[in-house]
């Protein structure tokens, strides 16, 4: 079989800023205008709320309401990031780039942590860790350890997390070439080493990208954090959403204004990397032996899975074993969760495609091309996902039934998929941008060269080179998409139930065994979904 030599270019442009100093065609520049104004709407109903409340809403960001939660919060978050970016890295290079075990199926599973709503996983967690819970039993140990506190948020959302590293980084390890290994290997080096000197480099792109995701997310998060009694930004904000809409909404204005430095202060680290453009054409990447780190790595892997996979799904399945009609509540109809099921499956894979295709532009604007609004558009796009789901669902509330020509909308499914994408459009942004910034100009350049035309360009060249790196995308905004909440409950159609509703619903009943099994379907819905979407796409790749 012909083999191509992979094509390496070192290019001092940055990654976020746009590799070329091309200007961007104005049909690109006024797409992306239109889609980043259409995101910046929560951010907008929160700044006009919050100027008219005036000299009150200085005095709540003087307030202890504000300085502790708000250090709290990035300290969780910077904390969180950190593990996530180790972890989900070195997840992805095992499971890749390895000759670990089983490694197709652990490459799913691993997926599936992220599927599993925050306050669930937390729920879940503490009944296996509680005296006389699931571990105390199978380990046969009197004392475990209390899930609360600071330790507490960061290891629920550090299991529950690190995907948002781990998929973007196996997808950019799917689509670099073996060579560059294989040379490293050729001259004597142990995988390890091959690892830190050739693979991390050209992975950084995708390991910044996903510890962002992350960062954002631990800022918005909720559920967990409520759980293990963690006080930051979020609880505050919901504590306060219904008798004190001034400190509810001024919070939020802060916990935007904090994410939008941190997506600023991302892109600006960004402009001082220095992007390795690479690309093999029908080629396999070479599998690194383990060797004697084989059973250290199959330990390691088995205890993230153990940890937020198994326990939580096992403490599910024994509330749903549990339906004995009096404390767990029963398990209800297994066919009640048809509609459920068909719901939460439509509108995520909805959700999923429209997230990936709108920002595709934006992904080009941001790294291709010369443009004075792409840093506001990437930090439109980008800064919308640390708003929690419910002060978007109230901003897109306020907008739509304060506009007649569309208050028609409200409860409707296309503004249901709005909400979503606005919620979750940044997890595709950032996936889709470092595909695109591994696209080879010269190979851009030689296809011009040949007469090839921009859209012939994209469906032969560029479409097939980011294609891991999309799936990557719409597979992090399927699976946050099936588990969220507040959004779903607000902007929903009537009638119009999801898996996450119908947990949310139970729990609150106190019928254990139904939000139980309904998790439990939730996660198994899930992992065929990620094979489907994403997985299948990689290995297709890989091969």
């Keep these: 079989m012909t083999t191509t030599a992979p094509v ?32 910046a709407g929560p951010l907008l109903y929160l700044a006009i709320r919050t100027v008219g409340f005036g000299s009150n809403a200085l005095d709540v960001l003087a307030s202890d309401d504000a300085a502790g939660p708000l250090l709290r919060t990035l300290l969780l978050a910077a904390s969180v990031s950190a593990s996530c970016a180790l972890l989900g890295t070195g997840l992805a290079w095992l499971v890749v780039r390895t000759d670990l075990p089983a490694r197709r199926v652990v490459r799913v599973l691993l997926v599936l942590p992220l599927v599993i709503p925050s306050f669930v996983g937390a729920l879940a967690l503490q009944a296996a860790f509680a005296t006389g819970g699931l571990v105390a039993r199978v380990f046969d140990v009197g004392t475990v350890p209390r899930i609360e506190g600071f330790w507490a948020a960061f290891g629920v959302l550090t299991l529950l997390s690190y995907p948002y590293v781990y998929l973007p980084v196996a997808a950019r390890l799917v689509a670099l070439p073996p060579a560059l290994e294989e040379s490293a290997r050729s001259l004597g080096r142990r995988p390890t080493e091959v690892f830190r000197t050739v693979v991390l480099p050209q992975t950084m792109g995708a390991v910044a990208a996903g510890s962002l995701l992350t960062f954002l997310y631990c800022v918005s998060e909720f559920g967990a954090v409520s759980l293990v009694r963690y006080d930051t930004l979020t609880l505050r904000i919901e504590a306060t959403r219904l008798f004190d809409r001034e400190t509810s909404i001024t919070l939020s204005l802060l916990l935007a204004a904090v994410a939008l430095a941190i997506v600023f202060g991302e892109r600006a680290l960004a402009r001082r990397r220095v992007p390795i453009e690479a690309v093999g054409a029908g080629r396999r990447a ?16 088995g205890v993230v899975l153990l940890l937020a996979l198994v326990a939580p799904v096992a403490v599910l399945a024994e509330w749903a074993a549990r339906g004995d009609g009096t404390r767990f509540g029963g398990t209800g109809d297994a066919a009640d969760l048809v509609g459920p099921v068909l719901n939460t499956v439509g509108v995520s894979t909805v959700t999923a495609l429209v997230a990936t295709f709108a920002v595709l532009p934006l992904a080009y604007l941001t790294v291709r091309h ?20 419910l002060v978007i669902a109230l901003a897109l509330v306020f907008w739509v039934l304060g506009t007649p020509v569309v208050s028609g909308l409200y409860q409707s499914f296309p503004l249901l998929v709005f909400a979503y994408v606005v919620h979750f459009g940044a997890q595709a942004m950032r996936a889709s941008q470092v595909a695109v910034s591994g696209i ?29 790196g999309l799936a990557a995308g719409a597979g992090l905004v399927l699976l946050a998409t099936m588990k969220e909440l507040p959004a779903t409950l607000l902007l929903a159609p009537t009638g119009f139930n999801t898996l996450a509703t119908r947990i949310w619903s139970a729990s609150e009943s106190g019928l254990l065994a139904r939000a139980g099994l309904t998790a439990l ?17 990689m290995d297709r790749l890989a091969h």
């Design 370 to 389: 010369r443009s004075r609004v792409g840093g506001a558009v990437n930090a439109l796009v980008v800064g919308g996902f640390a708003l929690p789901g």
């Design 440 to 468: 080879p100009t010269r190979l851009e350049d030689a296809a011009r060269a040949l007469g090839a035309g921009r859209w012939r360009r994209l469906r032969t060249i560029e479409l097939p080179l980011i294609a891991p």
């Design 286 to 301: 070479h599998q690194a032996t383990l060797g004697r780190w084989r059973v250290p790595a199959v330990g390691a892997v």
């Design 8 to 39: 390496l270019d070192p290019v001092p442009a940055p990654l976020a800023s746009g590799r070329g100093n091309a200007r961007a065609p104005r049909p690109l520049v006024v797409t992306s205008a239109i889609v980043a104004a259409l995101f």
């Design 521 to 537: 379907v939730l996660v198994a819905c899930s992992a065929v979904l990620t094979w489907l979407v994403t997985i299948r796409r």
